[in-house]
């Protein structure tokens, strides 16, 4: 084993890592749970403080394989060390804000940069500092951690904002930030000197910065802002950028503006890699069959995984009624699942292979999302949906720890940072469609049941009328007024949810078969006992990053 695997300081180097990762991760869905207490606070309305969580995963979208491609010229370390500044900043003036975009400029730009930064680098510092069968056990520790901050974010979120405040899930980040920069300085081994420094592709940079932004707000906007027709004023601090009354929405010409930009990137992309000028990306890569069946099996799975964990949040909070802490209490033993599925995964490889456990997970986890499916209804129990989130979490923990793995596993050294950003961007593309179609067929049928449910209901004219009126304009918004028809029409709204989010589930465990289907497309890849695997071959885990509209926020106690 080499030196840097026998450095004693090489764990330490660990626990700093995927502490970072936990901030970064958390950033994505702890701040949901509290925009009701933020517009009170801040006496602004839900339209403008959503864009502090959009905002945030807009520009971490856009920047990642920027932020790869920095850590491959400029050294993981230093980048690494880059963006925990920038997001320590960013975190210092959010939890000093008292305006809108105060909170916008420090949450969602500034810490969104420093996010795209640190999250590719921490590849290559634990492929770089570990060895052998200790690098499976770091980037399992590191996956496990990552994936289970997903299930963990609304708890905290909601703990911090109903027992201390709000802006202590920025003051977290104010104290891990420098911390994980000291330890870094004191810990971590310096970044190799290149032998000739290239630069970087500063036009290839624009084009896929601009082209990623407006297709990542284009898959996640949709449903918010209308697919054709306009249906909602777009708004930015109080400027009407897109106003409704227009022919049409501005989705389809951001969608276009994607395709035109990201194409240039790809042509621009090609002729730099055929001159051998430093290109930003080498579509080349993609010849390794690993790398480009993995991206696809990755961006499929998170379009699943994504849109489970924006049923799950809906339904508990409108057909169970739970608060926001007790809606994240159930979500607990998901991300234990989590935590032990990477953990098993990671020591199954020896005996199914890489590319065996990513199956095996992906086929667990569809198993666990039809039981969940099955499970739903308004009498539902967390004992009774709990083996469900035991084969669910299991299977994330199982697929996600070991698909980095095969997605990197051919890619050259000096391009692996680069490929982690291409990873993680290829997930935050697949969570937008995931949750945009899961989740509107979650509205469309909770729609069309609640219509049939009032119609059958033995309810006095007038309060039936009234109510499929609200429920055909709201949907899951509805919300029956006071009297004596109130606790039928309760009734109704939660049975409507509980028969909507059965075919969701059902669609999103459709989603990952086809996402196992894929993966047979992967070679395989299986590391013979004993074997110290290649040092380009990096075993762990990209954090499936929720799409800021995951947790359902009910703004009606606002």
Known sequence: MGAEADDPRRWFTLAIVITAVLIVVLDNTVLNVAIPTILRDFHTTLPSLQWVVTGYALTFATLLIIGGR??????????????????????????????????????????GIGASLMLPATLGILSRTFRGRERAAAFAAWGAVAGAAVAFGPILGGYLTTYHSWRWAFRINVIVTPLAILGALVFMG??????????????????????????????????????????????????????????????????VAAAVLLSAFYVLERRKEREDRSPLFEFGQLRHRGFRYGLLTAMVLAMGQLGVLFVLPVFLQDGKHLSAVDNGLWMVPLGAFIVVGAQVGGRLTRRLGVTGVVRAGLVIDSV???????????????????????????????????????????????K?????????????????????????????QTIHHGIARVQAAALPAADKARALSQIRARGLNFTAAPGRSAAVLGRTLEG????????????????????????????????PEGAVPPDEAVEGLEPVDPDPTVTVVDVRSA
């Open 70 to 111: 920095l850590a491959d010229l400029y050294g993981a370390r230093r980048t690494f060390m880059v963006g925990a500044a920038l997001f320590g900043a960013g975190s210092l003036l959010a939890s000093l804000s008292t305006s809108v975009p105060v909170l916008i400029l420090g949450e969602a730009l500034i810490e």
């Open 368 to 414: 666990g999302l039809v039981y969940i499916a099955l499970s739903v209804s308004p009498h539902i129990t967390l004992l009774s949906v709990l083996p469900g989130f035991a084969l669910f979490g299991l299977g994330v923990g199982f697929a996600t720890s070991q698909l980095t793995n095969v997605i990197l596993f051919d890619i050259d050294p000096d």
């Open 190 to 255: 310096r970044d190799a000197r290149a032998e000739r420094r290239e630069r970087l592709d500063v036009p290839g940079a624009l084009l896929v910065a601009a082209g990623m932004f407006c297709l990542v707000f284009g898959l996640s906007e949709g449903g918010t802002y209308g697919w054709s027709s306009p249906i909602k004023t777009l708004v930015v601090l109080h400027h009407h950028v897109w106003p409704a009354s227009r022919p049409v929405s501005l989705i389809p010409l951001a969608f």
């Open 416 to 444: 692996s940072g680069a490929a982690s950003g291409a990873n993680a961007t290829v997930r935050q593309v697949g969570s937008a469609p995931g949750v945009a179609v899961i989740g509107s067929i979650l509205s469309t």
């Open 496 to 527: 409507a949810v509980a028969a909507a989010a059965r075919p969701a589930l059902v669609l999103a465990a459709a989603i990952v078969v086809a996402g196992t289907a894929l993966s047979m497309l992967i070679p395989t890849i299986a590391i």
